[in-house]
């Protein structure tokens, strides 16, 4: 009789630690990758505390609409905005094309990491600096810029975002779109080449 009861709790006890060690291993990868990204030596911002950036920070789970008010990197954005991406998100919608935001607001935090990232991805902070702006200069650090995708949504925006003040900034960057309320009746600004040109990156 007592084996008989005592083998279901054993089983029962051995799949919670297979469960338990399960989750464990999972997260090992997942926490140890932004530390062993840390750890990397890099010139840029020396004096940032290094401790990894999460949602709250502005990084953005995968699948994020315009219209999911509770992620950080979207209810950070400046109100004009989300209110315009919004507005042309309604109007992609009925041509089946939907807006996914791949980054939106960030904290000086997560900027940094991604403007060490780039140095050591690029190579130096000169060539990094066409990709990455820094926390003081970065127009997401400010919420005033978007990172969208997919390329149909970004299609879309090339043709229609001015209609609704949104415009590409950069030639390199045809995901990244910023409100210029005047691009309504005047249509969108030259862009620049990449972000080095852009007199807001300038110290
Ligand atoms: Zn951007």
């Not at 004009?80 to 009925?94: D, E, K």
């Not at 990491?113 to 970065?138: F, H, M, N, P, Q």
Request: net charge positive; hydrophobic share 40%.
């Amino acid at each position: 009789m007592a084996p008989a009861t005592r083998r279901p709790i054993i089983v029962v006890l051995s799949a919670l630690v297979v469960a338990i060690i399960a989750v464990a291993v999972h997260q090992v990868p997942r926490s140890a990758s932004p530390s062993s990204y840390t750890s990397a030596s890099s010139p840029a911002a020396p004096t940032e505390p290094r401790r990894a950036a999460g949602r709250a920070d502005g990084v953005v789970p995968a699948g994020v609409t315009v219209f999911d008010g509770t992620v950080p990197a979207v209810a950070n954005l400046d109100p004009g905005l989300l209110a315009a991406l919004r507005q042309a998100a309604r109007a992609a919608a009925r041509d089946g094309v939907e807006f996914h935001v791949n980054s939106g607001w960030r904290s000086r935090t997560y900027q940094n990491r991604l403007l060490r990232e780039a140095v050591a991805k690029y190579g130096s902070e000169d060539e990094a600096a066409r990709w990455v702006a820094t926390a003081a200069t970065s127009p997401h650090v400010s919420g005033e810029a978007v990172d969208l995708g997919p390329a149909a949504a970004t299609r879309w925006l090339s043709r229609r975002g001015a209609a609704f003040g949104l415009c590409q900034i950069y030639r390199n960057e045809p995901w990244h779109y910023e409100l210029r309320p005047g691009a309504f009746a005047q249509g969108c600004p030259r862009m620049y080449a990449d972000p080095t040109e852009d007199p807001r990156m300038r110290p």
